[in-house]
């Protein structure tokens, strides 16, 4: 790996590549011109799903339909396989890459979303053996912009596992069966030993640049046992606090609308 960020800081324009899925797309449409190309798929220790006891750790090289087939990710993180299940179709699952899925910052895939909503990590590798652990949370800075720096390489993403966790993950597509999403919405809850809300997440993809965590709208419902009128009322709270952009899947109006139900089928799945 280290050889890896030496390539990428002695080539300050070259590429990384594993699945292609994105970078392909930008060589054809001209938008990137690298004088060299490095490809991850043959770099050890990028491909595995481990389990410990306090982390699910996936692989950078890891494909989409990897994640979404795997039983511990279904068992640990069942939102992640739900929402890695939902991208495209089963050709481009089988060729993207999670790495590459988060280092591409798409604004309206679904799984950033969802790996913010579990608190996951990204753990990365630089140059004379540094690295960082960037929460997903903060990861995507702008549309198709992250932290990482141009020597940095994804190691793997990591989650914590939370006795009790209860998470969910819904996408509404305005357009055809295999198209990104208008509105995702991950959700998140850990009940406490009574019962009540001990935490809750709430993360809102596709509707800006980012994806939205609404700590704010769901602080009311912590402490407190959940309800449908809680619910309703945090999924007011999360459609009125966000600002969502208008484009080819929806106005800004038609999305705040969305937002409100689907959070609010979201926090239904969590509490089922």
Known sequence: MLETCALLRSNRDARLIAGGTAVVLMLRQRLIDPSLLIGLRRVPGLDS????SQWLSIGAAVTLQQVADSDRVRALAPSLAAACQEVGNVRVRNRATLGGNLAEADYASDPPAVLASLGAVVCTAAPEGGGRRI?????????YTTQLTSDEVVLRVEVPLID???SAY?????RSSEDRPCVGVAASLVPDPQGWVASLEVVVG???S???RMTTATEGVVGARHDEARAGAVAAAVA???HPIADGRGSAWYRTQVIEVMVRRALAMVVA
């Open 210 to 212: 980012t994806p939205q």
């Open 135 to 143: 929460p997903v949370s903060d990861l995507i800075t702008d549309y």
């Open 206 to 208: 596709a509707v800006t």
């Open 49 to 52: 799903i481990t389990a410990a």
């Open 170 to 174: 819904v996408k509404y597509r305005s």
């Open 240 to 242: 009125a606090a966000i």
């Open 164 to 166: 009790g966790r209860r």
